[in-house]
């Protein structure tokens, strides 16, 4: 169980912190500089604060989805809905993060079809992904979220210039009780 609460934290911890970093650095602009800026300026600064805090607020969301999912508290809850949408929605997220970095973010996808996925968990399963993408590749790098159909099945992969995982880590990556 602590453990579990380990995990936790250090997923909270993990995806608020850039999110939180750059409302932090919008509003300091915004309450330092307020009689500096022009009206368009600080409606600039304004639009990417509410960005910032309404990426904050779905990561939140997603965090209880997952503290639910881990005490069985939530049901797996698939549906018809466009897998391009939700991989858009997650190259959004990281766009600003990415280009800070100088790290080429693409989703070079064409689906029209719909997928019978639950949205909370493939939304959850794509950010962590491209999150861990973004943090361990090099400046100049590149992240590329795709999704193919593959016998019936689609298949979302994310491929990057990060430094990789070593067989022995990758064993780790699905144990709540193995600290990585």
Known sequence: MNASKDKFFSIITHDLRNPFGSVLGYSEIIAQDCLELDKTELKDFAEM???Q?????????????????????????????NLEEKMMKVSYLYKEISEKKKVELTVPCNLR????I????????????????????????????????????????????????SKEDQLKLFKIDVQH
């Open 49 to 51: 604060l509410h960005k």
């Open 53 to 81: 805090a309404k990426i904050i607020y779905d990561l939140l969301e997603n965090l209880l989805t997952w503290s639910r999912v881990q005490t069985g508290r939530m049901v797996y809850n698939p549906e018809h809905l």
């Open 113 to 116: 079809s719909l997928v019978f």
């Open 118 to 165: 639950d949205d909370n968990m493939i939304f959850t399963v794509m950010r962590n992904l491209v999150s861990n993408a973004v943090k361990f590749s090099p400046q100049n790098g590149f992240i590329k979220l795709t999704a193919k159909e593959e016998e019936k099945q689609f298949v979302v992969a994310v491929e990057d210039t990060g430094v990789g995982m």
